[in-house]
């Protein structure tokens, strides 16, 4: 079985600019939460999504948002790219939303800004 | 086996014997806890979880001990093989919330 696919794998971009991530999660599962997680520290919660409706949102800057899709993909948009977002974004997906249903994580996409 | 009653952010292990990986929460109202592994290159994958009404859940070779006196959680693993090397975290979360708040990790190594 397909685990959590996240796209792209690696990313490289610039200050001031814009970043779309993607997260496609297991088969039967319907809500999607986003981590980020900067070298050497563990992941810290920005968002988790249940049947296309925002459940839960970490402390991030409004520079970063995200949405659920009708077929239970997700994607993180950060806007305003700054050094600082340099990190591995992970996706993770759970039958449903609740921090008791087991999130079982995606291998991430590594943001570079520059 | 190597017991660390302190939370380090590296543990070297020989190969065989136990390992005790420690961590210290930070919310006295978290009542689920989650250890998870995490491979160079991969996300985390879960380990074992434990409930705030159970002090002790075993796993295969791994066992998780919940003292919510001290709010301290600790992860043993059973003859550590070299596959075990990775980044260990625990996470906590409670009732009212649901994201996960992750520790900050504590590298394995197991040498041959």
């Known amino acids: 079985d397909a685990g959590v696919t996240q796209s792209p794998t690696h990313l490289i971009k610039t200050r001031g600019q814009h970043v779309t991530l993607r997260c496609s999660p297991i088969s039967g599962h319907k809500s999607v939460s986003w981590y980020q997680q900067v070298l050497g520290q563990g992941p810290q919660f920005i968002f988790q999504?249940?049947?296309?409706?925002?459940?839960g949102r970490g402390n991030f800057p409004d520079r970063f948002s995200a949405r659920q899709f009708p077929n239970y993909s997700s994607e993180l948009n950060v806007n305003a790219l700054l050094l600082g977002d340099s990190a591995l974004y992970l996706c993770?997906?759970?039958?449903?939303?609740?921090?008791?249903?087991?999130?079982?994580f995606g291998p991430g996409t590594r943001l570079t800004v520059l | 086996g190597e017991s660390v009653g302190l939370h380090l952010p590296t543990l070297s292990v020989q190969e065989g014997d136990n390992s005790i990986i420690n961590c210290a929460y930070s919310n006295s109202a978290s009542d689920y806890f989650i250890w998870y592994k995490q491979e160079s290159g991969k996300g985390p994958q879960f380990i074992i979880d434990i409930r705030s009404n159970m002090d002790k859940r075993q796993g295969q070779r791994v066992t998780v001990l919940l003292n919510k006196t001290v709010k301290h959680l600790s992860l043993q693993i059973a003859a550590t093989q070299p596959g075990d090397s990775a980044v260990y975290f625990c996470?906590?979360?409670?009732?009212?919330?649901?994201?996960?708040?992750f520790g900050a990790g504590t590298t394995v190594t197991v040498r041959a």
């Open positions: 999504y249940y049947e296309k409706e925002e459940r």
């Open positions: 993770a997906s759970s039958l449903a939303g609740g921090r008791r249903n087991e999130q079982f």
């Open positions: 996470a906590e979360t409670w009732s009212n919330d649901y994201k996960l708040s």
